[in-house]
């Protein structure tokens, strides 16, 4: 009897919060338009997790004439096997380039 052939399952390294929050933290002054074109997502998907980002404590916001201006709020991650890092530590590590090497 043959086995059934499982189509692949694909995943990724970082979650669609993370894409956001790294879009944010490389321009606090972008526009959920651009963070959406970025991202591969709708604008719709994009405010959900800004929304989610805020509830949970990592970004803020403030109104700047008719933009939207975000900090990203420093402090640890939220699961316990991800302590030790801060946020910016890891957006920091995940925006670096890598050394050159010989």
């Not at 651009?34 to 998907?45: H, N, S, V, W």
């Not at 805020?54 to 302590?83: C, F, K, M, W």
């Amino acid at each position: 009897m043959e086995r059934a052939v499982e189509p692949s399952r694909q995943w990724t390294f970082l979650t669609n919060h993370a894409r956001v929050l790294i879009q944010i933290y490389r321009d606090p002054g972008i526009r959920v338009r651009d963070i959406a074109a970025r991202c591969l997502l709708t604008e719709r998907a994009v405010q959900r997790i800004i929304s989610d980002l805020e509830e949970a404590g990592y970004l803020s916001h403030e109104r700047l004439g008719r933009t939207n201006h975000y900090h990203v709020i420093d402090g640890q991650l939220r699961h316990p096997a991800d302590a030790g890092p801060t946020i910016a530590e890891l957006l920091s590590a995940l925006l670096t380039p890598p050394p050159d090497t010989p």
